[in-house]
């Protein structure tokens, strides 16, 4: 029998024409309240690193697509290290996260600004509903690894988040993360 082209070994992608891509404190300007406390860091520090299977041309109708980010431990001042998080291009697309290693937190908002939370760690199934934003922060010193799964047209929007953010942002507030609305 042929083995799958792609196998997850160890919470790792492993194949050919994986997408990799990393990103570190120096791509994520405004991404922080603490701007000064980032632009003190090294730049070349990784955040983050994806890998993803995209079996299909990216906006195929039907399509899925499957990755596998981790999140390295740290903080940006008194927040956790945390992804850029975005809403779908095509907003009515849904998504699957699901904790694989490490502890953190899943931060959604609604396209009314309502921002909740979902507490993320080793088998936690999160469905992320339709023109809802999705950003995970790593509340854990070890590396947090979560794979996920989104339509192939579901696309991207980092703009909006760009713009006007999340109306919450997780702080080390005493040592333990507190929801604070901005
Ligand atoms: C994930 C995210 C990944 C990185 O695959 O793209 O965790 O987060 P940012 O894209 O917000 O930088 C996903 O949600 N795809 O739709
Ligand atoms: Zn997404």
Not at 24 to 51: H, M, S, T
Not at 129 to 157: I, K
């Amino acid at each position: 029998m042929k083995t799958t082209a792609i196998q997850i070994i160890k919470n790792s992608l492993q194949g050919e024409a994986l997408l990799k891509k990393n990103t570190c404190i120096g791509d994520l300007k405004n991404v922080f309240v603490d701007e000064a406390a980032r632009i003190a860091l090294p730049q070349e520090r990784i955040v983050y690193e994806v890998e993803a299977y995209l079996p299909v041309k990216e906006g195929t109708e039907g399509g899925l697509f499957w990755g596998i980010t981790k999140l390295y431990p740290g903080k940006v001042g008194n927040e956790y290290h945390m992804t850029r998080g975005h809403f779908h291009a095509q907003s009515d697309r849904a998504e699957y996260y699901w904790g694989l290693e490490g502890d953190g937190v899943l931060i959604l908002m609604d396209r009314k600004r309502y921002t909740w939370v979902e507490e993320m760690k080793p088998g936690s199934l999160h469905y992320i509903p339709a023109h809802t934003a999705h950003r995970v922060a790593n509340t854990g010193n070890t590396m947090l690894s979560f794979a996920a799964c989104w339509p192939a047209d579901a696309g991207h929007d980092y703009e909006e988040i760009a713009k006007n953010g999340f109306s919450a942002r997780l702080l080390d507030t005493e040592g333990s993360p507190k929801l604070k609305s901005v």
